[in-house]
């Protein structure tokens, strides 16, 4: 997978990016999301939404999401993300590794 797969849809309602504060990256940080099947599209529905009108209950935005098919750019590149603690937000492209697998079930 390449950035050919690489698709752009900003959270224009998450108050990060409405904040509108500017970093010139120095680097990235990777998390995972640690919810199995959720894929990266998904994330879009769930964090386009503004913590200061009640609609979402965390202040939490990254720059992408990466899921084993396609790539989901959700805050411009030099938008600065709330994705760390710390000095990082100022600095880094926050990214989150998605789990394509669904929860384990067991057969019987």
Known sequence: ??????????????????????????????????????????????????????????QVCVHAFLDDKEVWQYLPWNHRGWHSGGDANNTHIGFEIVRPDRAMSTAV
Do not use: Q
Request: one cysteine or more; proline letters at 3%.
């Open 1 to 58: 997978m390449g950035l050919s797969n690489l698709k752009s849809k900003f959270m224009t309602r998450n108050d990060c990016y409405t904040t509108g504060r500017k970093i010139t990256p120095k680097g990235i940080m990777v998390h995972s999301t640690a919810t199995p099947g959720v894929m990266a599209a998904d994330w879009f529905s769930r964090w386009n939404n503004s913590y200061k009108a009640g609609e979402i209950k965390r």
